[in-house]
């Protein structure tokens, strides 16, 4: 697991107060809404907000690129490294 991927799992679970999990056991691949870790469109909105404050990465609510983003640990990470390039 890299430090990004570390540091957004961190972030997830701060930003959702997730009590019971840590940041080892959330999979890099694994689904983030629904299926896997089972986040809802709030969870959604909490963690763009978190991603928007520690990124500056902003993000539309309702578009199907940030839909894909969202997939999982690893889809955010590659959002956060093609922010940091431009």
Known sequence: MS??????KQMI???LDLEDIEAGEIDD???LFVDGLGLD???AL???LAL???YGIKLKADSEETRKH?????ALAELVQSQEKH
């Open 52 to 54: 928007q404050k520690r």
């Open 13 to 15: 679970i701060d930003a």
């Open 70 to 74: 969202f997939a999982s640990v690893n």
């Open 41 to 43: 469109s709030i969870d």
């Open 29 to 31: 691949n694994e689904a």
């Open 46 to 48: 909490e963690i763009g």
């Open 3 to 8: 430090n990004l991927q570390f540091e957004i």
